[in-house]
């Protein structure tokens, strides 16, 4: 990549082989003295103004590319946007579709058991009148027929219209209607909330549950 990018003139390679030697040079520093540490805090000035130097550059050479993305993005965002939504009308006429045939299959699942609830029952009864009448092993034979039918309640099979490259699917969603019941493993801590309190305090307010602590940093050109 080094090679296809020019850095004031200067080829991308050596520009980074520079910024890889001041690199190599900070990670011999040691400080031992006073003096030392303002060397280094010099040094580290030097090296914030490198840094802004560096992204500057990059910004001039980013910015028109940055500036073609976004007309290139800007184009394209309208035609996608009908193309998502023209997607979303065809699959919410696809699951209305699903729904209603499932809603057709479930009444004449339900009707054909009924049925089939009645034929058992008539047999149940002529099963009695005939026990009764002394004829027991027909009678038998009629429980046994009908047993069978309880037993084995007809079900109306799913003919769902198959099309090669669509599927069907159900997805899972949820919405939580009290917060208040759901058990801790269920929650998450605002880190974001707890952040706010602890710069905001500087570790003056315990929250129960939190290790509150500082660490020291320096800071160089506002940062």
Known sequence: MEKFITVDGQD????????????????????????????????????????????????????????????????????????????SFCKNEMVKWNIEQDRLRQIEEDRIQAQAKKDSEKLQKKADLLEEKGDARTAHDLRNEAQAIESSMPTVTDQETKVAGISRKKVWKFKITDESLLSRNWLIPDEKKIGATVRATQGSILIEGVHIYSEDSIASGGR
């Open 12 to 87: 991308g390679a050596k520009f980074v082989q520079s910024i890889e030697d001041i690199y190599s040079r900070a990670q011999e520093i040691k400080i031992e003295t006073a003096d030392g540490y303002v060397e280094v805090a010099e040094e580290l000035k030097i090296l914030k103004a490198k840094q802004k130097e560096i992204t500057e550059k990059r910004m001039d050479m980013t910015r028109p590319l940055d500036t073609s993305k976004k007309n290139i993005m800007d184009f394209f965002r309208h035609p996608l946007d009908l193309i998502a939504k023209a997607e």
